[in-house]
């Protein structure tokens, strides 16, 4: 079997430079261990490799469809959600006391790692079922939790978040969905949603939809919004399940994760759909939030695991791929020579350390910012808050980074298969349609770059920068006692000091009320600050790398930490330095938009 991803990574980041183990210090997370890591670890990989990986291509060459009003997904999808359900992960984040395993997000986002490496199709089934699932555990009654999670958690029922519809798009503050009042504490819920991931299918005997609706009466805009339990089939006390008005109106058909359906829902169209109240009135968007920045760093862990599995088809190939031949120092090749494989070839190993900077960085990232969801979960209150925040600046960041770079890494890996990468004898191809969506999910770049700079920046008078700067120095310090990182902690510690300089430029338009101003290159301000971040943490990774290789605490060898600090150094020689010329233009008095009174032939 090809190998799409690389555990011995996987548990390095996890144990050695993001130190998991630290969280089993707290009361709940401490029925965790190392071994029981690790062995969950293990039995994840032996699913993916049996149940999700084989299914790969064949989930894209027979992609979901609509067929007598209802959507059919391909058949091994039933024996992934099982496969998925008993090893405890839908239920894995929840506590003891709804059922769950109180599990370390840190854990739960290695395994979605992997299974998401092996075949990106499926994970966001019961991804999406855990989230709702979650949001109803949070924000819901007694009576409502008792109703919906316990058969969510085995996936016998599984969920959705129902928030896009056709006239309002991102625009949430646009929704129309109603939902009016009954005698019986339910409301009637009438309207339509599109683009709804995981919609409908053949494996769940009901579907549970979180619809974001408004409520009669309710205020406009955002305040105005509720969050309402819509089961597809409503229970009854026997046990039995009915019709409620939910209408499957299609699936889309799309460029790529063609085994992941996206459904049209219509509710209401015979005025005999009901639903019920999560949480408070006018309450929805706001409790929604959870649910949506949990998708958010799901989407960076998919858009990271989709280009894991790209590299390593990528380097797969290089190392079998003979052609041309090695160019002597005397700058003349040899044609009597044999062909030498293509990864001797210098730009092409300069792709694949491309390929291989953005993909272990950004595993990195998600690393660092589930640990931050784990201690917000069980610190005390002064230091949930400190890492809240944390979490809170880093979500839009590590939604947007792999997702863009990745499509970025990808195309590396296409242009190093040459010709093949175009065809559908490799998996390059599919792999590149299927990260594309990605900088799409949950809010586009734009959206997520507008969330940084617009708000998160900004965010209790600077809080959470300031507590991003001394994480950062914290590296930093520790890197500084190896003598040869110590130019990577120099150079880092400019990018800061451009990062301060390009905010002191910035910040004074949102001062006076200059918005338009403030955020007009906000998506160069993401790809800037993530470049940054990055940066980070590739000196994370090359200090815990080098702590090992100087302790002779070595669980690997030492060409694979040594291979850690050669990637930090192609990253900051080759990615880094690309924040001078964003620099130069985030700094541009210029304004350079189409004027909106203008009409501009293109």
């Not at 339509?192 to 494996?203: C, E, M, N, V």
């Not at 950062?472 to 150079?491: C, E, H, R, W």
């Amino acid at each position: 079997m090809a190998k799409y991803m690389s555990m011995e990574t996987l548990k390095f980041l996890l144990h050695d430079v993001h130190n998991v183990s630290e969280l089993f210090d707290y009361d709940y997370f401490s029925e965790y261990d190392k071994d029981a890591v690790d062995i969950l670890l293990d039995s994840t990989k032996d699913l993916a490799d049996k149940a999700f990986y084989p299914y790969l291509r064949e989930m894209d060459e027979q992609p979901a469809k609509y067929e007598n009003g209802s959507i059919v997904v391909h058949p091994a999808l039933g024996q992934m959600i099982k496969g998925y359900a008993d090893l405890g992960l839908i239920s894995g984040i929840f506590n003891y006391d709804d059922g769950g395993m109180q599990m370390p997000g840190m854990l739960l986002s290695s395994c979605n790692h992997i299974f998401d490496s092996a075949n990106n199709s499926c994970i966001g089934y019961m991804g999406l079922t855990a989230g709702a699932a979650n949001l109803i555990a949070t924000f819901g009654s007694p009576e409502l939790k008792n109703k919906f999670i316990p058969k969510m958690m085995t996936a016998e029922w599984m969920g959705t978040m129902c928030l896009t519809e056709p006239q309002a798009g991102s625009s949430l503050s646009d929704v129309t969905t109603s939902a009016t009042p009954r005698d019986d504490g339910s409301y009637q819920i009438k309207g339509q949603k599109i683009f709804i991931s995981a919609g409908d299918h053949q494996f769940a005997d009901n579907i549970i939809h979180l619809v974001l609706a408004r409520i009669d009466g309710a205020p406009a805009g955002t305040k105005g919004i509720s969050l309402l339990a819509v089961p597809k089939k409503m229970p009854q006390n026997d046990g039995s399940l009915i019709p409620n008005d939910v209408i499957t109106g299609g699936d889309f058909q799309k460029l790529g994760q063609k085994g992941y359906c996206t459904a049209h829902i219509i509710f209401g169209e015979n005025d005999g759909c009901r639903g019920f109240l999560v949480g408070e009135a006018h309450k929805g968007l706001k409790y929604m939030f959870q649910l949506m920045n949990e998708a958010r760093i799901a989407v960076g862990i998919t858009g990271t695991s989709i280009a894991t599995a790209a590299y390593y088809a990528s380097l797969q190939y290089a190392n079998e791929r003979p052609q041309g031949r090695r160019i002597q120092n005397s700058g003349k090749k040899d044609v009597s020579a044999e062909q030498t494989l293509i990864i001797n070839h210098p730009d092409v190993r300069r792709m694949l350390l491309l390929q291989k900077s953005i993909i272990e960085a950004s595993l990195s990232l998600i690393f660092e910012c589930s640990k931050a969801a784990d201690i917000h979960r069980a610190a005390d209150k002064e230091k949930a808050e400190r890492y809240h925040l944390l979490l809170e600046l880093l979500t839009p960041i590590v939604k947007t980074y792999p997702s863009e770079m990745g499509i970025t890494s990808i195309n590396n890996g296409l242009q190093i298969l040459g010709g093949y990468g175009f065809t559908t004898d490799f998996p390059l191809q599919q792999y590149y349609r299927d990260i594309r969506i990605c900088a799409i999910y949950e809010g586009t770049t734009g959206i997520q770059s507008l969330d940084l700079l617009g708000r998160k920046v900004p965010m209790k008078n600077g809080k959470a920068l300031q507590i991003l700067l001394e994480e950062i120095q914290g590296t930093m310090a520790a890197a500084s006692t190896f003598n040869d990182l110590k130019p990577y902690v120099k150079d880092l510690a400019s990018k800061l000091e451009m990062t301060q300089k390009i905010l002191g430029h910035l910040m004074p338009y949102a001062m006076k009320g200059e918005y338009d101003r403030y955020l007009m290159d906000a998506s160069l301000f993401m790809e800037f600050t993530s470049t940054v971040i990055i940066a980070w943490q590739w000196l994370k990774i090359a200090t815990s790398s080098k702590q090992a290789l100087v302790s002779g605490k070595t669980e690997y060898s030492a060409e694979f930490y040594e291979s850690k600090i050669h990637t930090m150094k192609f990253f900051y020689k080759y990615e880094l330095p690309k924040t001078l010329g964003l620099m130069d233009t985030l700094l541009d008095e210029q304004v350079l938009t189409i004027p909106e009174e203008s009409k501009v032939t293109f």
